[in-house]
């Protein structure tokens, strides 16, 4: 069974402040999707990374996927009360045809 | 908008009356997913399908839970039988094949079951 494991399970910080979280796995990940989720509301996709080492940004977001394609990192820099939400990784391992497996999520709180 | 929509957005329903919700994924997508998410937990993965076909099914989708898409374009998921446990929120997804790790999610269905 493959899991995924995300770090930490809560972050609450003031505005203007830069944060990591953390998405890990012992399994390779074929690919990994980052989610941003609000309260009572579908998940939102912000990014996908395929190869290992990659790193995508999107805006004060940087994305990493780990060189051996097990782990994936999202740092946010100055982070604003708009960034509040859940952050969910999901993986897909290939085999499954595109069903992807969730980590719990980081559920962070940017205070102003 | 030409996003995932799903209907209804919230369910009431008494334990043991059957329910039944609707997805409208993207227009282009052909495959089409359903997911379980409780609370403090990630969606957990029950069923896909790739055009009309149902090709994969979930242990956790047990012999209450069916879902259909008769014509390729719309889904339903039904719920028979319902038991305070499947109080969740039950989100649908599409996408592209060769393409289908980039899902898009709808925003769901809330049900409570009393």
């Known amino acids: 069974t493959q899991l995924l494991e995300q770090s930490p399970q809560f972050l609450s910080i003031q505005e203007g402040e830069n944060l990591t979280v953390y998405c890990n796995s012992s399994s390779v990940f074929s690919s990994l999707q980052w989610y941003r989720q609000e309260p009572g509301e579908g998940p939102v996709l912000l990014v996908t990374?395929?190869?290992?080492?990659e790193v995508k940004k999107l805006k004060r977001l940087t994305f990493q996927f780990g060189d051996a394609r097990k782990d994936s990192s999202l740092h946010i820099t100055a982070a604003q009360p708009g960034d509040t939400g859940l952050y969910l990784c999901?993986?897909?391992?290939?085999?499954?045809?595109?069903?992807?497996?969730f980590g719990k999520g980081t559920k962070l709180s940017v205070k102003p | 908008d030409t996003g995932v929509s799903q209907d209804p957005r919230h369910k009431i329903t008494k334990r043991g009356q059957n329910v039944t919700f609707r997805c409208d994924p993207i227009?282009?997508?052909?495959?089409l997913y359903w997911y379980r998410q409780t609370l403090g937990q990630g969606p957990e993965f029950l069923t896909y399908?790739?055009?009309?076909?149902?090709?994969?099914k979930s242990r956790l989708l047990s012999d209450r839970f069916s879902a259909e898409r008769p014509k390729g374009s719309f889904s339903t998921l039904e719920i028979q039988r319902t038991e305070q446990g499947d109080s969740a929120m039950y989100l649908c997804?599409?996408?592209?094949?060769?393409?289908?790790?980039?899902?898009?999610f709808g925003p769901g269905t809330r049900l409570t079951v009393t």
């Open positions: 399908f790739q055009n009309e076909a149902q090709l994969e």
């Open positions: 227009s282009e997508h052909n495959r």
């Open positions: 999901a993986g897909d391992y290939g085999g499954s045809q595109g069903n992807l497996i």
């Open positions: 997804a599409s996408s592209l094949t060769g393409t289908s790790v980039e899902q898009y």
């Open positions: 990374v395929v190869t290992g080492g």
